[in-house]
Nanobody
């Protein structure tokens, strides 16, 4: 069983930064890709970023490239999402997810992941 707990969300002004963390329990963390998704009110959950099991490969939603950075610390079973120059449209609940393997082919969809955290709220004020 894999459990994921996100933290680091909160209220920030536009232009500010936040760093989200996702602590993962379970022995398979270092062999799985990890993803970040978000869901704004009234919207479907959308892909944000993914990082491979080793951390050597990352991918981002096109609209977020250059502002968001995903990283991981396998020794601490934790994945991070650094978010800079935040905008009001980034307001959402952010979820981390454990991938089906080292780098799922469908990394930008829910089907690429089999464990999810409860989410952390990020609110960006204008």
């Amino acid at each position: 069983q894999v459990q994921l707990v996100e933290s680091g969300g909160g209220l920030v002004q536009a232009g500010g930064s936040l760093r989200l963390s996702c602590a993962v329990s379970g022995r398979t963390f270092s062999s799985r890709a990890m993803g970040w998704f978000r869901q704004a009110p009234g919207n479907e959950r959308e892909f944000v970023a993914v990082i491979s099991w080793s951390g050597s490969t990352t991918n981002y939603a096109d609209s977020l490239k250059g502002r968001f950075t995903v990283s991981r610390d396998n020794a601490k079973s934790t994945v991070f999402l650094q978010m800079n120059n935040l905008k009001p449209e980034d307001t959402a609940v952010y979820y981390c997810a454990a991938g089906r393997g080292r780098f799922p082919l469908n990394y930008d969809g829910d089907q690429g992941y089999d464990y999810w955290g409860q989410g952390t709220q990020v609110t960006v004020s204008s």
